[in-house]
């Protein structure tokens, strides 16, 4: 549904044909994406994005039918941005703040080869008061790939701020049990499920036949998730990023999330670049970071 009463600020950014500003699920504004290849929607809250496809093809990224759209509740689904932690704190929301308040989109513009790029800036910052000051904008730039951009800023004049971050991205898959992943061979991981016990993977390509929750450190390299299923291979290009974790939550954990259906697991796959553990990172006042990671598809 398109919203009438679009702040006058937003309707400048909107581009007639490409970029347009809708009441999402929940009430909540989304910005859906035209492009001559595809489209995709991101909704301000959290500068999630919900939806990457290209034309003819199924989506790339997949989103929970049980997801909730409320105010201070994480999206189930999709490219979540986890920051400034990742995983349970004491105390505090799972995954950090930046996930669970709205986002402002700052600007909107065509890129020159006919895709669209959006620039994102994290204003509210209570949730994480106890930080250093810090800017963390966010710019989603949609072509017939989809490129992510994290750029984090300490803005202290006198302290480090010490962080993790990571795209926490939710694949579309035919069949979670037939695809393989590829590029993790060699590296030490920590497995979650195994009592967080470190290992070195061992295999060539990644199999899920059961639930997997891994964190692999110190790996850099491209990551490709084969479906025979779809009949395509995913890849995921990343820079400024030393860590990749493997989630699929399989049988249990599906049935114990109350924004997840049961059977969910088998259409999905997370594969999702950052930095955490000991990969965390810190910026010296005036210094910034850029996470960046590129999403394509191909046919197998």
């Given at each position: 549904?398109?919203?009438?009463?679009?702040p006058?600020?937003?309707?400048?950014?909107?581009?007639?044909?490409?970029?347009?500003?809708?009441?999402?699920?929940?009430?909540?504004?989304?910005?859906?994406v035209?492009?001559?290849?595809?489209?995709?929607?991101?909704?301000?809250?959290?500068?999630?994005?919900?939806?990457?496809?290209?034309?003819?093809?199924?989506?790339?990224?997949?989103?929970?039918?049980?997801?909730?759209?409320?105010?201070?509740?994480?999206?189930?689904?999709?490219?979540?941005?986890?920051?400034?932690?990742?995983?349970?704190?004491?105390?505090?929301?799972?995954?950090?703040?930046?996930?669970?308040?709205?986002?402002?989109?700052?600007?909107?513009?065509?890129?020159?080869?006919?895709?669209?790029?959006?620039?994102?800036?994290?204003?509210?910052?209570?949730?994480?008061?106890?930080?250093?000051?810090?800017?963390a904008?966010?710019?989603?730039?949609?072509?017939?790939?989809?490129?992510?951009?994290?750029?984090?800023?300490?803005?202290?004049?006198?302290?480090?701020?010490?962080?993790?971050?990571?795209?926490?991205?939710?694949?579309?898959?035919?069949?979670?049990?037939?695809?393989?992943?590829?590029?993790?061979?060699?590296?030490?991981?920590?497995?979650?499920?195994?009592?967080?016990?470190?290992?070195?993977e061992?295999?060539?390509?990644?199999?899920?036949?059961?639930?997997?929750?891994?964190?692999?450190?110190?790996?850099?390299?491209?990551?490709?998730?084969?479906?025979?299923?779809?009949?395509?291979?995913?890849?995921?290009?990343?820079?400024?990023?030393?860590?990749?974790?493997?989630?699929?939550?399989?049988?249990?954990?599906?049935?114990?999330?109350?924004?997840f259906?049961?059977?969910?697991?088998?259409?999905?796959?997370?594969v999702?670049?950052?930095?955490?553990?000991?990969?965390?990172?810190?910026?010296?006042?005036?210094?910034?970071?850029?996470?960046?990671?590129?999403?394509?598809?191909?046919?197998?």
């Open positions: 549904m398109v919203i009438t009463d679009i006058e600020r937003l309707k400048r950014i909107e581009i007639p044909g490409r970029v347009t500003l809708l009441e999402g699920n929940g009430d909540m504004p989304k910005i859906e035209t492009t001559d290849w595809g489209s995709a929607e991101v909704y301000l809250h959290g500068a999630h994005v919900t939806d990457f496809r290209l034309k003819g093809q199924p989506p790339l990224l997949f989103t929970s039918q049980c997801s909730r759209f409320e105010d201070g509740q994480p999206i189930r689904g999709g490219i979540p941005v986890i920051f400034p932690w990742f995983g349970a704190r004491e105390g505090e929301p799972m995954h950090g703040c930046a996930r669970l308040v709205d986002w402002e989109l700052h600007e909107a513009i065509t890129v020159p080869d006919g895709g669209v790029s959006l620039r994102f800036n994290l204003i509210d910052r209570s949730l994480c008061a106890t930080f250093p000051p810090y800017h904008n966010y710019v989603v730039t949609v072509t017939d790939q989809l490129a992510l951009e994290l750029i984090l800023t300490n803005t202290s004049a006198d302290q480090s701020f010490t962080f993790e971050n990571c795209l926490h991205t939710y694949f579309a898959v035919g069949d979670a049990n037939a695809i393989s992943i590829s590029g993790l061979q060699g590296v030490d991981y920590l497995d979650k499920v195994e009592n967080f016990v470190w290992k070195t061992t295999a060539d390509a990644v199999k899920i036949a059961a639930e997997v929750d891994r964190i692999y450190f110190n790996t850099t390299g491209a990551v490709e998730i084969h479906d025979p299923k779809l009949g395509r291979k995913v890849r995921i290009e990343k820079s400024g990023s030393a860590s990749t974790v493997v989630w699929n939550p399989w049988i249990n954990r599906s049935q114990q999330m109350p924004d259906g049961n059977d969910e697991y088998k259409q999905m796959v997370c999702e670049s950052g930095n955490v553990g000991p990969n965390k990172l810190s910026l010296q006042p005036g210094r910034s970071s850029v996470l960046k990671v590129v999403l394509s598809s191909a046919a197998l």
